[in-house]
């Protein structure tokens, strides 16, 4: 019924609905981010196009277009108040190559739409640059080349199959130039593109103040805020600390920041206060583009050692800031020492701002402080910890559902909930230091990451944050690191987050976490193949900035300095190697060897072959020689054979090369 309804399709049909797909395939991504008349216009579009094409009926006429034109670029002017920029150009361009396939009357037209095809297939790029876009639009660009051979074949036409091929092989030709450019054309500072639209949506953050949930939140998120790799040696899992923002000023219910100046360059005299021991790891990070004020290093990282591109300060409370467009990634390096010892020449009186504590809040805290207190003044600093760490260790659970808190928020969770996560465990430590008479604060960071195997790269999620306290335990030791968390949940610091969580608690499809977490199953193998592509198509396709193609380039440099003369000869002699070869088995091809011997025939009889000359040409010109009829039949019959083994369909016989050389034989 369709077809007695649609008719035979036709070459010329056949050819459109090619056309039509291309478009389609060149539109489809964009119907994510147009508006929604528009989206509808396109589709409806391509409809009415393909419903013309399959039932043969006439182009609408110009009269009809025009109106339709004019209406839809005022809707743009309506929907977004201009028609420059990003998204008015895109939409326009848009409804331009749907309008356009409406108005095709001769062949200039078809190219018309074909290039305008390749122009807003570059466009994508203005939202998305991930690797599955550019797969995507390699895939569209090789149907884009079909549709354009296609168009160029005169008589009989290839399979669709072969036509695929060899526009493949088109874009491969061209392939090694682009890569080429890439690599030598002088890079501009930015993205080539602007903004890409997944450049921050969907992204969180680390922020500058933390209160009761914060951390949960960041914990449901699987977004990757940065990936790292060692020199070497790898920290064990526990000290795999990240440090960022250090939160001091408490006000009963949030830990904040305090204002503290800050220092270009690091500080002159910060660097007698910080002293480096123990084993060095020299990393190297790249932060995730997204909400940026500071860079994660590894607990405790010199500060001469933090190299980065953009411009970091620091700030006495061991803080590493940085100005940078939070749009696009941000590679940075250090040294980490886990063993340190951090600003233990402090003078007492600068204890003050970590001792400070909000008045009329949470005696009962209190209480249990000064008891801690005159523990402190019999046995010591230690003991105060050691005690404050066993009351963690009984009958606390680290849990992603705590019970909402009251205005004194700490003692209901040391006393009465005792459910948390490492906010609340983080923020009641440093509260009841505090009350003991021991400078602490809070320091916000990620904790752990997962190694790829496939790469060597740690990546580090958003589920990572983690909050642990410092405190500084005298002119002899400094700050130092505690984590209560470890004492209630040390399965979260050896391993992750989700070992350290009941099983109750929802964290994903449960079978396939669980699944995903045994490194050695498919599923994780998948996973660690997918993360190692994409990182690496985000260290050296869209990070390829200035700085990194110049120093690629002197290194490449470097390496064929050092025998730019053998390589030279080499790679000549290579080349003409190659040359050699393929012209050897272009004459050993037994189709080509017989039309060039029929070729030389012809030049004989005075008849030279054009360059651009096909067989169909050449046969008109032959039937003009003055040769016998027996011979004239069989040149004309070896044309038409040759045309149709070389560009189109081959005839029944199956011995065609035979029949072929017997056809040169007779026009002899």
Sequence with gaps: MIARLVGPLTRDKSDTLLLLLAALMVLAPHLAHLPLWTSAMVCAT????????????????????????????????????????????????????????????????????????????????FYSQSILTALAMVATIIVLLTTQVTFQF??????????????????L????????????????????????????????????????????????????AFRARFEGATPPPPQLYWRGPVLSHYDGRTWSRTGRQLYRNGMLSMRRQLKWRGTAYPYEVTLEPGRRQFLFTLELSALEAT????????????ETLVQAPADKRLRYSGVGYPEHIAQAGLAPQQMEPWLRLPPGFNPRTLAYGAQLQALRAERGDDAVLAAALDNFRRDFVYTLEPDLLGRDAVDEFLFDTRKGFCEHYSGAFVYLMRA?????????????????????????????????????????????????????????????????????VPFGLQGLAELSRDRESWLAQMRFGISAVNNAWNQWILDYNPKRQQRFLEELGTVFGTW?????????????????????????????????????????????????????????RVRQLQVPPGKMAAMTEFLELYGALKYGAPPAPDNHIARLNRLLKQSR
Excluded at 99 to 120: G, P
Excluded at 154 to 171: D, E, N
Excluded at 307 to 318: I, Q
């Design 307 to 318: 190299r980065s591109d953009a411009h970091t300060a620091y700030t006495d409370e061991l």
């Design 564 to 620: 730019r003369l053998p390589a030279s000869l080499a790679l000549l002699g290579t080349l003409a190697l190659l040359w050699r070869r393929q012209r050897a088995a272009r004459a050993r091809d037994p189709l080509d060897a017989a039309y060039l011997a029929f070729c030389r025939l012809l030049a004989r009889h005075g008849l030279e072959k054009a360059p651009d000359e096909g067989p169909h040409s050449l046969g008109r």
């Design 154 to 171: 005169t008589g009989v036409v290839p399979p669709l199959a072969a036509r695929l091929k060899l526009a493949g092989r088109v874009f």
């Design 46 to 125: 391509l409809l009415w196009r393909a419903a013309i094409t399959l039932r043969g009926s006439r182009l609408p006429p110009l009269w009809l277009l025009l109106p339709v034109a004019l209406l839809a670029m005022a809707g743009v002017y309506l929907n977004y108040r201009t028609l420059l920029g990003r998204e008015p150009g895109v939409t326009m361009l848009a409804l331009l190559l749907t309008l356009k396939l409406l108005e095709m009357h001769a062949r200039r037209d078809l190219f018309v739409v074909i290039f305008l095809s390749f122009f807003l297939l570059l466009t994508n790029f």
């Design 436 to 504: 003991a008479g021991l400078p602490a604060r809070v320091v916000n960071g990620y904790q752990g990451g997962e190694l790829n195997p496939v790469d060597g790269y740690y990546t580090v999620r958003q589920s990572d944050a983690h909050a642990w306290s410092e405190v500084w335990l005298g002119p002899q030791r400094g700050w130092v690191r505690v984590d209560p968390t470890a004492a209630v949940a040390p399965e979260r610091i050896r391993s992750n987050l989700a070992q350290a969580l009941p099983q109750s």
């Design 173 to 224: 030709v061209a392939a090694p130039l682009g890569v080429l450019l890439f690599i030598a054309f002088p890079r501009i500072q930015g993205p080539l593109w602007g903004l890409p639209g997944d450049a921050t949506s969907g992204r969180s953050g680390m922020s500058d103040t933390m209160s009761p949930g914060s951390m949960s939140k960041l914990a449901l998120s699987d977004e990757i």
